[in-house]
């Protein structure tokens, strides 16, 4: 039987966990949690708590990194947690909602932005996005090395990019900006319910560093690589987001900031006039490679899965020349082009995939304390720093955003939700096929 190849090195797998982290997100949110938190320092510090939250969730998922050096990450941590259905769940929600839905948002963010530099109907536009998923599927079937290459040029770059934005607003902007307009300190409505909401674009934003343990499967010495990589990775995203926002605040007031459609831009164009065209590159940029991130590490828990005989048996095959799950990414890729075609944007969709995603965050963070009674000690080469409060801290905050997101966004919380139990049955469809085949 062809199996995965090991190529992926510390280095690519901290590319892979920064670049899947820094994506849209740090460009389009910033003003949706401005509108909710109209004060500078509230702003900076729930973009600081989404850090805490990252890094201890890293921690927390370093240690069962190192547990389960295999292919599919998160799948295989649930499934070994709290039985098949759970890790099955997991797979089925981020084939069919999660990853597919932000590769076709991204798509088309990226392409919007090329819009912004070489004008596009909305023909155009749609056939651009198609087109860089269908180049990213292909860098990624031909050689894991060539993802892995793809992973580090694109990523090096848009930090090359995100460096510029933060540097341009610390050294040319004004701190002074921050007070040029009186903003009320308490956000309007309960104060907890919008903090809760400003956290959807944070965790959105932050959400991705847990790819590097997807391909665990596919890296030299993973037991001590994917943990490093997911702490490296999450710390280097929180500082940059902080940086980032703060560069913003510099060049922007909170007022401006909340009303902003291409924030990086307008704000980098206060001190730069032809600044728009050069943060556009760099979101374009950004966006398609983190299409490509997504489009290498996500197959392989649909991989994984097809291994384990609970998804479809084609999933599981392997390009007998490139060794790369062939079938598991075109199939992603297919549903993504779909996606992408029929709806056009992934923003209505943003709040219900979130909810969905950090239901499964925390319970993986809680299937630590499963594996502390169950596995031996020997069994962790890698121990959470801090525990067991680190996944406690995790947890917690994960709990409170789930909660708060199902009360004040009860429509796209239970279409999710409604969507994860057709799930169930698909689960039972694919049981009983394995039991047929004994």
Known sequence: MTTLKKELSLYGLIMIAIGSCIGSGIFMTPSQIAGHLPSPLLILLVWGIGGIVTLTGALTFAELGGMFPEAGGVYVYLKEAYGEIFGFLYGWAY???????????????FAKYLGFLVPLNKKETLAVAVSAIIVATIINILRVKAGEIFSNVFTGLKLIGITAVILIGLFMGNSGVMLTRPVSTVPSGNFAVVFGLALIGVLWSYGGWQHASFVAGETKNARRTVPRAMIIGSLVVAVVYLLTNLAY????????????????????????????????????????????????????????????????????????????????IVTQSTWAIILLLFWGTFEDLITYVVFIDWIFFGLTALSIYV????????????????YPITPIIFITITGFFVTNTLIEKPKQAWVGLIFMSIGVLFFYFFKRRVKKSY
């Open 371 to 386: 594996f502390r009674y169950k596995r031996k000690e020997a069994d962790r080469p890698y121990k959470t720093l801090g």
């Open 249 to 328: 605040l510099f060049l922007l007031p909170v007022h401006k900031i909340a009303g902003a459609e291409s924030l990086a831009a307008e704000a980098v164009s206060t001190v730069i006039p032809f600044g728009g065209i050069l943060i556009a590159c760099i979101i374009a940029i950004s966006v398609f490679g983190t299409v490509g991130i997504y489009t290498l590490s996500a197959p392989r828990i649909y991989y994984a899965m097809a291994h384990d005989g609970l998804f479809f048996k084609k999933l599981a095959s392997v390009h007998p020349r490139f060794r790369t799950p062939v079938s598991a």
């Open 95 to 109: 084939l069919l909602v999660i990853c597919t839905g932000a590769i076709a948002a991204l798509s088309i963010t």
